[in-house]
């Protein structure tokens, strides 16, 4: 293939030969539309339209299927286009090759009232990443090429391209094709078959589908692209109909492109940013661990022990001491992912930890609750623990425990 050019606002001045119009299928977005245009986006929901009902709600399946393509494809790199309020980001954060995730919308005013969303939560910070992720939320038109996304290994259109009108389709396609050429692009959009389940006259889902297409449709137009750029392609279906509506297809149907052989070489070495940058976010990630095994499972046990020993049902009489059951100890994720009940027991014994039984006869660590512990496990001045440093644990930064009711309330969040 020869080297691409793709530098210019608008891309090349012919029409895509392979590539139809999409004239005979569209429509104005005016036309026998459903919705009033101040309706939100949330009306592309499938469940608001009356007919079948999906559960999880179709735009989450939509998210779940994209999550599921690129934890099989493992990417390092994925640019979503046409993101609006951002709702994909929580499931493309779950996929641990990704390094760099970039959002683009060209509606700012959608875009400035959701950037919180790829900002790092306190879950975050206590389960970190095993790898660096870094986050963008770009401001920009999907037709424009910005050089900053040249080597990104995967792009996501999740029911966006059908928003588009033909000429800014072409230069949509050709940007992601031709001169980002990914390795894998993955995109959805409404099978226009399955729109007779839905009641009314509506001619499209929402009002601002320029088109929707047919099985058929879609798939000639993904086989035009594959032909013109040399990618395979796969389809998919997402959102079951109902079983006596089986021959309509799926709610929404998905393309999975695959790039063929090596990524051109672009003829341009110029950088143009044409994007702009709206909020970014840098998550926490783990630190290469240097420590011995051993050292490791002393480390979280002392952790576990000292955020055990603030709840008050486990005191004794005077106060003094806390007994901790074993199970409990091997029930956080910290410490089962180390070893097994026999081998923490062990362990215990070979450390010379005050092994004993409670009340109860079940095998308990006791775990002494003045200041002058020596292990490390509490510090009565300011409340945190001394062990450091600690990269493997996800209960750290956890405030005081006093009740035992409060550690079962927890046991849902941070306990097998």
Request: net charge negative; proline share 5%.
């Amino acid at each position: 293939m020869a080297a691409n050019d793709c530098t210019s606002p608008r891309f090349s001045t012919e029409e895509p030969a392979e590539i139809g119009d999409l004239k005979s299928i569209t429509a104005s977005p005016t036309e026998e539309s459903p919705l009033d245009e101040k309706t939100s986006d949330k009306s592309e929901n499938e469940n608001n339209l009356g007919g079948p009902s999906f559960y999880p709600p179709l735009y989450i399946q939509r998210y779940t299927f994209v999550k599921e393509i690129l934890d099989t494809l493992q990417p390092d790199s994925v640019v979503d286009f046409g993101c609006s309020e951002c709702g994909i980001f929580r499931h493309l954060k779950e996929v641990i090759t990704l390094l760099r995730i970039s959002l683009v919308d060209i509606d700012l005013s959608t875009l400035e009232v959701n950037k919180c969303r790829i900002r790092p939560h306190c879950y975050d910070y206590l389960q970190k990443r095993k790898n660096p992720l870094h986050v963008q939320i770009f401001d920009g038109s999907a037709t424009k090429f910005d050089t900053r996304f040249r080597d990104y290994e995967a792009v996501t259109m999740v029911e966006f391209i059908e928003h588009l009108y033909d000429r800014d389709l072409k230069d949509v396609i050709t940007m992601v094709f031709e001169c980002i050429c990914p390795k894998f692009v993955v995109m959805t959009t409404p099978n226009f078959e399955f729109n007779q389940l839905f009641p009314g006259p509506r001619k499209f889902r929402h009002y601002d589908h320029k088109f929707e297409w047919t099985r058929e449709q879609f798939q000639t137009w993904c086989n035009d692209i594959c032909g013109k750029y040399r990618y395979d392609c796969k389809f998919h279906g997402i959102g079951d109909g109902p079983a006596d509506a089986q021959s309509l297809g799926s709610c929404s149907q998905a393309a999975v492109f695959t790039r063929i052989g090596e990524k051109p070489q672009i003829n341009s070495n110029v950088e143009q940013e044409t994007y702009s940058l709206v909020a970014e976010s840098i998550y926490p990630h783990q630190d290469i661990e240097q420590r011995e095994p051993e050292e490791i499972l002393a480390s979280e046990i002392n952790y576990v022990l000292s955020f055990m020993s603030k709840c008050t049902d486990f005191y004794n009489e005077e106060e003094t001491s806390a007994s901790i059951p074993i199970d409990k100890l091997i029930s956080f994720k910290s410490i089962k992912s180390l070893c097994d009940s026999d081998q923490l027991r062990e362990f215990l014994s070979k450390k010379n930890y005050d092994l004993s039984k409670n009340d109860k006869d079940e095998d308990c660590v006791c775990v002494e609750l003045y200041s002058g512990d020596t292990r490390g496990w509490y510090d009565e001045e300011d409340d945190e623990l001394t062990d450091e440093p600690r990269n493997t644990t996800s209960e750290s930064h956890i405030a005081e425990i006093v009740t035992g009711e409060t550690v079962n309330k927890l046991e849902e969040e941070m306990w097998d």
